[in-house]
């Protein structure tokens, strides 16, 4: 068996669900892989980890990987984990936001600094408001929303924090960001450093076919593949994780392959809204096992 | 009068005072000589409070008091300054916590300064004079309390002749114009002769009055004269059999 | 040794320091979004003045005012616990158990009573610096020599005086050991504030600046950063060489 | 006050603490996932033993650990520092800069240093004790007396001998406070460690348990570090009645 | 012999020892009486190094050497026992510094203890025990340097007439039988007229040597002589006289 080390974005949550079952149904080994995971302290950890070949594998966010590429960090995605966006703007329901111009004149905290803010102010742009006021919360997310120290917040996922508010009896309103003009783009991918892909090629792309069968098992038997996770993750609270795993199941990417399409798009909005200095061409960062 | 009768203090297990017995008549001034270690600082801690005595009682003019704490002012054998006080700022402590008026107890302090021979430096450190001039400038923070007793602890050991001599007559004229009762510590014998209504001769520790030598009430005195050099061998041979026991 | 060649010394020691890091980084090649070399960080540090500028004054008030609230808060509960034994015990625990709370666990109460402004910032900045100035002041005063104490309570000095004239200078170069440590530390109180809730200062930077992986950013806001420590730390020094006078 | 006494006092003044703490949250209806009542704290806390002892037991290690080294470290560092105060001079930047280094700047460093393993958190709790611990020591050195350092110099004393009988005994209140401070901070600092990438440990819990909006389990975590912290604050006060016993 | 010429040490500018000349005999003891506060302490200070001067000479045994610090055993005016070692473990610092054998210094340690009346106090911290008894124990450490000068700065005054007079006996026993230059201030002039070969009177401050008497190499001395009176009384007139300036 050949070892690869793998760093989580985050903790181990519902959305790193097909990585335990890999490896505690044996996918990976019969891959001939041996995979550790390990946790960050910080969501930009990973991906400079592993562009610094300190580890093989990282989870990062497609934005973060382009910031990446276009700060000169030779980072390649090489797979995809969830294909489309986590990240929602959201709100308490039924206090008179039903469309994003209601958030004119609002409060609008947001998670990452020199991120979603700037997700914020494209966001205000493409839907035609302009007045709000942007407040840092970092991720003190449900107290600010539920004291009202904000009305809404941009960066909390929707399979995650959306489900916390409704198990804390709050119903939760929020907005899906590809479906109000910001393009579409792949939350979590699979990134490695340009030294190890080309080291570890082989590897990786056994990895590659590892993950895509744990997504399609964990499709075909959810209820068994919950129960892994479950398992391999204790502190992992059930009631909240079961009813995030409903919300995310259809989520998890259907194919390692890329879209440069999509990526460039992404990548041109970005610069667009100033989250990038200097424009990225994403072919060169994307790796699609050729 | 301040009597105390019985008092005692151990320090582990081992008698330092024991069943201490004394009189002394109010406004007099009273000297204890004893054997370096006796117990005469103690026994000075005892009666103002500073450690607790273990047993016996004390009483001033005729009622029991815990301590004399808040009667007696006391000079401690360490001058006990405090480095970051200037000498002057060291001396006037008391008129500080007491709530009478200031401007005349400044004036006090300030003549106090002049016949202690300590005037232009008012405004030293206390780590910027000499050992002597620290003595006597503790010395003056003890007369500055207007109290009825005064417990003086070795108060002139690190002064030359002349300034002794000096502080000496000081003391005395000071105890007979405001009627204080002093108890003050010595290994002078000549001082104690020179200033003392009456001298006791402490033995070593646990310490007990030896010897209660009343003195003639005229001051000041001649010394030199027959009768004191009797007294003054008496007291030696008392405390040389002290030290051969 | 002489002031100068004193100085001259330690600059020495510094640069070689420095060079040494420099070394390391080029020699090793260690990425620059790792560990920026020193030259970089200077570079940017320099070359970003007015952006860093702009959040440092923030960082700056927050500290200022963060040390301002824990001496004045220090100083009365380091004497009641100093009088109170009891009330040492009872407060010693909840001391500790500050220290022991992470910004994260903090936040969401501080963001629910001071809100997104400054003094939540301020607060956890004073949170932080508090504790090494209590600790330090009430071992000061628990170290006053017994004979002065006696001393004191003899010439029937109240406390508001024995504490003026005895125990403050007593326990003032414990006070201000403890503010060194203090003043250190308030500068990641207020960054650590800054996570939460600002949109502005040295804290708020760093986070910005990691998120988009400008390492060399995060460290120039840390120079800056520690400029202001340093600031703090010589300022104090000064008020040493001038309050601690009888020390000499 | 007796022993006995004090103490009822101070459990009293605690328990009323407590209360008033119950009370607020029932009262003012605060949100659980904001502050949990002190009652549900203890719930979690008791009921979660096994779990939390699991990973208390790591952070143990960790503090127990960073403290060793951060002593071992510190005495030699503030006594070159004594000695040598050019060293001083280029030191004490460095070590105000160890201060204001948020661990997200760190971590990666501490990874590729240190790898995955308990040596990355025990470093960063060293860091964080080590610092009160250094400025308390060396300013205990600086306190000691001029006479008595006279006093050696002239009794031809050997560094070594000078250090052991004059300033190590005469700075050792000051160490001993900034020990005080360092146990105390030691708990956070090894939580902050355990954020570079932990499997186990209190820290680790902490930020699991508050992205699952767990905050009665991040609450219980914080009991059991503070149960660690008041541990060794108890101990080094038990030390500092044993050595210190000329100063009363 | 020891040789100062020109000391000089100025504080805030104002000289306290000017232009200070001072020969002294190898093996002789000699005793300094001055007006408290003329710069005594300060001169052995000098001399030790322990403070530096401002400009000045010294020559010992026809070498000029930057100080005695290497060369003398000091004893200071205030005790300076570090409160955290037992009075023996104080006692035995210079013999803990030295690079010599052992156990024969074990042994004159306990002999002094036992000499100074302190036998039993061994184990007992400073804080522990009587201002006389510090005080005897910094002097025997004092002694337990092996240097050929002492320099003694009022080493008796808080004892006792009897233990004193024990005390001076020894010394001038110990400096005969090992040859040690002495230098000694004190302010008791019987104990100067008792144990030196030379008396050196002072002026106050800016220190200069007023009076310099060499007494008889008799000793023990009968201090009860006219010859000592005389003496006694010469030097006494010649502080008043200096007092009073
Ligand atoms: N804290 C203590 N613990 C144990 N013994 C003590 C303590 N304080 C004093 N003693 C003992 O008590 C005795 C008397 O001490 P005290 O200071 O009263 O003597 P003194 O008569 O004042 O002597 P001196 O003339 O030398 O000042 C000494 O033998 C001393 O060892
Ligand atoms: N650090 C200092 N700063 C200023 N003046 C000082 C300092 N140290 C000593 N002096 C002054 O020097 C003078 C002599 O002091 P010194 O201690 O030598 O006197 P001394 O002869 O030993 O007196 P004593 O017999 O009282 O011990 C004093 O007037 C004192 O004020
Ligand atoms: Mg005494
Ligand atoms: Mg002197």
Redesign the pocket.
């Known amino acids: 068996v050949d070892k690869l080390s793998l760093m989580l974005d985050w903790f181990p949550n519902i959305d790193h669900l097909p990585l335990f079952v890999a490896k505690e149904k044996g996918i990976f080994e019969r891959h001939g892989l041996e995979l550790s995971i390990l946790s960050p302290s910080e969501t930009a950890d990973p991906l400079k980890l592993a562009a610094s070949s300190h580890i093989d594998l990282a989870i990062a966010y497609e934005p973060q990987t382009i910031i990446a590429a276009s700060s000169g960090i030779e980072i390649k995605g090489v797979g995809r984990l969830i294909g489309h966006p986590l990240t929602t703007l959201l709100f308490i329901g039924g206090k008179n936001i039903e469309k994003p111009s209601d958030l004119e004149g609002k409060k609008i905290g947001y998670t990452v600094p020199g991120m979603m803010d700037l997700l914020t102010d494209g966001f205000a742009k493409e839907n035609g408001f302009q007045k709000y006021e942007l407040i840092n919360v970092g991720f003190t997310i449900i107290p600010s929303l539920t004291t009202g120290k904000v009305d809404a917040i941009m960066g909390p996922y929707k399979n995650y924090e959306v489900v916390e508010l409704e198990q804390h009896g709050y119903t939760p309103g929020y907005f899906e960001l590809e479906k109000y003009g910001i393009p579409d783009y792949d939350e979590l991918v699979f990134v490695t450093g340009a030294t190890t892909l080309k080291d570890k090629e082989r590897l990786i792309r056994r990895f590659r076919k590892a993950i895509q069968e744990a997504i399609e098992m964990t499709r075909k038997t959810p209820e068994e593949a919950l129960e892994v996770y479950l398992k391999a993750v204790p502190e992992a609270p059930r009631e909240l994780e079961t009813a995030a795993f409903a919300r995310t199941l259809d989520l998890y990417a259907h194919t390692q392959d890329f879209s440069v399409e999509k990526w460039q798009k992404f990548a041109d909005f970005a610069a667009s809204i100033g989250m990038i200095d200097k424009e990225v061409l994403v072919h060169a960062i994307l790796w699609n096992g050729k | 009068m301040l009597r105390l009768s019985h008092l005692g203090k151990k320090?582990?297990g081992l008698p330092?005072i024991d069943q201490f017995d004394l009189d002394i008549e109010k406004g007099s001034f009273s000297v204890l000589i004893?054997p370096?270690?006796?117990?005469?600082?103690?026994?000075f801690d005892l009666l103002t409070g500073t450690i607790e005595r273990e047993y016996g009682t004390m009483e001033w003019i005729g009622e029991a008091v815990p301590h004399l704490g808040q009667i007696a002012a006391y000079m401690q054998?360490k001058d006990l300054l405090l480095p970051w006080l200037s000498l002057m700022q060291n001396a006037m402590l008391p008129q500080v916590f007491s709530k009478e008026k200031h401007l005349r107890k400044n004036k006090k302090a300030k003549g106090l300064f002049e016949r202690f021979g300590l005037n232009g430096f008012e405004d030293y450190l206390p780590g910027a004079v000499s050992g002597g001039m620290k003595q006597r400038c503790a010395l003056i923070r003890t007369l500055m309390f207007e109290r009825e007793i005064v417990l003086l602890?070795?108060p002139l050991s690190a002064l030359d002749a002349i300034t002794r001599r000096s502080l000496q007559s000081l003391l005395l004229s000071l105890q007979k114009d405001f009627k204080k009762t002093v108890l003050m510590?010595t290994?002078d014998i000549d001082e104690a002769l020179y200033l003392a209504d009456t001298v006791l001769v402490l033995t070593q520790?646990p310490m007990k009055i030896r010897d209660r030598i009343t003195l003639p009430s005229e001051k000041p005195r001649n010394l030199d004269s027959s009768e004191y050099i009797a007294i003054k061998k008496r007291i030696l041979s008392e405390l040389e059999e002290e030290m051969q026991l | 040794m002489s002031f100068v060649k004193r100085t001259v010394v330690s600059t020495g020691l510094l640069l070689l320091l420095f060079l040494l890091w420099e070394g390391a980084c080029r020699l090793a090649n260690i990425p620059i979004f790792i560990l920026p070399a020193p030259s970089r960080v200077l570079f940017v540090a320099v070359t970003q003045a007015p952006l860093l500028a702009y959040h440092a004054a923030m960082t700056g008030i927050e500290i200022i005012l963060g040390i301002f609230f824990s001496i004045t808060a220090a100083i009365p509960l380091a004497v009641v616990m100093f009088v109170y034994p009891s009330v040492e015990q009872a407060f010693s625990p909840l001391l500790v158990a500050s220290q022991a709370i992470p910004v994260f666990a903090l936040a969401p109460l501080l963001i629910v009573w001071f809100g997104y402004g400054i003094w939540s910032k301020v607060f956890m900045a004073a949170i932080i610096i508090f504790f090494p100035i209590v600790v330090n002041l009430l071992e000061g005063l628990k170290s006053c020599d017994s004979d002065y104490r006696k001393l004191f309570h003899l010439m029937g000095a109240p406390f508001f005086q024995s504490f003026r004239y005895l125990y403050w200078p007593w326990a003032l170069p414990y006070f201000l050991a403890g503010l060194k440590v203090g003043v250190s530390v308030a500068t990641i109180g207020a960054v650590i504030g800054e996570w939460v809730g600002a949109q502005r200062g040295l804290g708020y930077l760093m986070i910005q600046s990691n998120a988009r992986l400008r390492v060399d950013l995060v460290f120039a806001s840390i120079l800056w950063l520690t400029a202001i420590g340093i600031f703090l730390w010589i300022l104090v020094g000064a008020i040493e060489k001038r309050t601690l006078t009888w020390t000499r």
Request: with cysteine; aromatic share 6%.
């Open positions: 320090y582990n330092v004893g370096s270690g006796c117990g005469k600082s103690t026994l054998q602890d070795e510590i290994h520790a």
